[in-house]
């Protein structure tokens, strides 16, 4: 094969996988958004009546998490995305680490946070709050829908393939 034709195959290959990576970033914050409702609203879905207000809220509170996971998470996100396509990294586990991670430095660096402190005579403060627990559940699950579209294929489209018949 020219190299000519070559170097136009890698280049519609890369853009084809940017095109599936940002198609993975954006179902993945979507998903992300999804937990932080259900982790918000969860407690209290059974109360909701059958008002349409009641639950478009949840839908308000999806868009909101979705809207802080991927603008809080961008840049981190990025760089991650750039190191695991580089080194061919493609295991879940990583993946949802890495999101885990990457949400809860977020989560915490944005302020968010509320003090490890609690004024209770009763009981001690949790080890972990619930806030927490929630940024990095939202990032897990970020990282595996990730993964799911685009992760586990990192790295592939450098890799020569066979002869096309």
């Not at 509320?114 to 897990?140: C, F, H, K, M, T």
């Not at 592939?156 to 018949?165: D, F, N, T």
């Amino acid at each position: 094969m020219p190299r000519c034709a070559r170097d136009k195959k890698a280049k519609m290959s890369l853009l084809l996988r940017i095109v599936v990576i940002l198609f993975a970033l954006w179902l993945a914050t979507m998903a992300a958004g999804m937990v932080i409702a259900f982790g918000l609203l969860g407690p209290q879905w059974h109360s909701f009546s059958g008002d349409a207000v009641e639950r478009a809220s949840f839908w308000v509170f999806t868009f909101f998490g979705a809207a802080f996971a991927g603008a809080a998470a961008l840049l981190p996100v990025t760089i991650l995305i750039v190191l695991a396509e580089a080194f061919k990294i493609r295991s879940l586990l990583v993946n949802a680490a890495a999101g885990a991670a990457v949400l809860l430095l977020a989560f915490y660096g944005s302020g968010f946070a509320r003090p490890s402190y609690e004024e209770s005579i009763d009981a001690p403060p949790p080890l972990i709050a619930r806030e927490a627990e929630l940024a990095a559940a939202a990032g897990a699950a970020f990282g595996f829908v990730y993964w799911l579209i685009a992760g586990r294929n990192a790295g592939r489209w450098r890799e020569p393939r066979g002869p096309s018949a």
